[in-house]
């Protein structure tokens, strides 16, 4: 049965059976159904990261010695070490390359970016997949989302209460259902390294794709979408628990992809550009914003 459904099944509840038990009979990820949001000691903490999410989304290139400088400014008196901290927690860090910009299992293969000059003109050529932390009222979750690159159309996406690869495996099986891509491209977060991920695009046959460490820009239209998220619903929201945010959330991918337009897109959204509405029109823009890009970096 689609997943959905048997999510269904555990929202439901049971006087006699625990979530685990409902998630275990119903094939589902407990980490998926995000029952008890991810912790931090004190209310401080949650109101310290809500801070730093907001100031991470506007200089991404900040790590935590400049994040802990930047704070005070806002009348947070912290030390590095307890920034640094909460930032691994959230699952932040520069985009700036440097000796801990990312964290790839060392045991994992690491594969190399694909896309620089590549001309994308149809969707399926090029996927690209990410995690964002989202702040709630008590707690937090990490949301994945796995987007076309060609019409920014948003496949699938997964919330879950820890950063283990069981929710980004389960949102990679409901894209693949829809689709399989040429390329896949994603960080080289160890979710994305791991064998489960990268062996079940093998054996979809799709070619592997990974930006480089500290290049957020070699991703940049999924870091575009956690923008959008973050200040059109996440942050006027003020989510209380999972379940609302897994509601309100998926209100608005559902607007995202079917009424807001793209500039990008020549105003359409991208509903219409991926099912190929309108998408031999943006291949002449795609082409030459490549080359323009191409030209740049020299």
Known sequence: MDVEDRRQWVKSGHRDLSVSQLCRLAGLARSSFYHEPAAVETEENYALMKQIDRLYMKRPFYGSPRMADWLEEFGWFVNEKRVARLMRLMGIRSILPGPHTSHPHPAHIKYPYLLRGLAIKAPNQVWCADITYIPLRRGHLYLVAIMDWF?????TWELSNSMETDFCLQALNRALARGTPGISNTDQGSQFTSEAYTGRLKTAGVTISMDGRGRASDNVFIERLWRSVKYEEVYPSDYS???????RLDRYFRFYNTERRHQGLEKW?????????????????????TERACLEAG
Do not use: F, I, M, W
């Open 269 to 289: 959204t991208p509903k219409e550009v991926y099912h190929n509405c309108h998408a031999a029109a943006l291949v002449r823009r795609a082409q030459e914003d």
């Open 151 to 155: 019409s920014r159309y948003v496949l």
């Open 241 to 247: 628990n999972g379940l609302v945010a897994y509601h």
